[in-house]
């Protein structure tokens, strides 16, 4: 299996209601990002979580991060319809000092419904 | 600020073709990468420039891929020649430093090689 596999694959919700989706990764990270994609466009940075942190907000969202179990939660409160897109986990694999290369989950596909 | 733009969005071209994606990143970010999505299957790091000079090519696919950068600034992903499974999305990122920083993303180029 892949670094960064996200749960579910797919999720379909109300307006209004939360969406929790899961991230698993299998190595030690430096760093942790989410990413939104809707339909056809690029990716858009969410929250990136550093490997001491435990928990991260903003806005609508929450991230958090238990590396003793190389798990990540992203929740979406009170969703949208404009929150229906792909989301994406993204863990820093470092390797050298002077960039990192982030390697991604399949994701999450959210649908809200209005 | 402008942000990472990729040119062109979409190209269409045949088996045994050339074709050259180019990223501009955003200014300033000595860091640009390339990653590209198959169908199917997850975003992939391509490779990582940090100005001029490549620091990681560990997921060019194999020698028919060439990415340049010269004088640090735009690069270009050529493909030479074009293989059917070369299709997917072509992704460029940049970030202003090396480790734990955001990666910001392009709105990719679709490749469909027929």
């Known amino acids: 299996s892949q670094q960064g596999e996200e749960d579910p694959q797919a999720l379909s919700i109300q307006e209004g209601e939360n969406a929790t989706m899961n991230c698993s990764y299998k190595?030690?990270?430096?760093?942790l990002q989410w990413y939104r994609q809707n339909s056809g466009r690029g990716l858009v940075h969410l929250i990136l979580?550093?490997?001491?942190?435990r928990e991260k907000h903003s806005g609508r969202l929450r991230v958090t991060l238990d590396t003793s179990k190389k798990s990540s939660s992203l929740l979406i409160t009170a969703s949208r319809a404009a929150d229906t897109a792909s989301y994406f986990c993204?863990?820093?694999?470092?390797?050298?000092?002077?960039?990192?290369?982030?390697?991604f989950g399949g994701g999450t596909r959210v649908l809200v419904k209005p | 600020e402008a942000g990472v733009t990729q040119f062109p969005s979409h190209s269409v071209i045949e088996k045994g073709q050339t074709v050259t994606l180019r990223c501009d990143p955003i200014?300033?970010?000595?860091?640009l990468y390339w990653y590209r999505r198959v169908m199917g299957k997850e975003i992939k790091f391509l490779l990582h420039?940090?100005?001029?000079?490549?620091?990681?090519e560990s997921g060019m696919p194999n020698n028919r891929f060439l990415a340049e950068r010269t004088g640090g600034t735009y690069s270009t992903l050529k493909v030479q020649p074009a293989e059917l499974e070369d299709s997917g999305v072509y992704f460029c990122?940049?970030?202003?430093?090396?480790?734990?920083?955001?990666?910001?993303f392009g709105p990719g180029t679709r490749l469909t090689v027929t």
């Open positions: 990122a940049s970030s202003p430093g090396g480790g734990g920083y955001e990666q910001y």
């Open positions: 190595t030690s990270i430096n760093n």
């Open positions: 979580i550093r490997s001491n942190e």
């Open positions: 993204a863990t820093d694999a470092r390797i050298k000092a002077a960039g990192n290369k982030l390697t």
């Open positions: 200014s300033g970010h000595d860091n």
């Open positions: 420039f940090v100005k001029e000079s490549k620091q990681d």
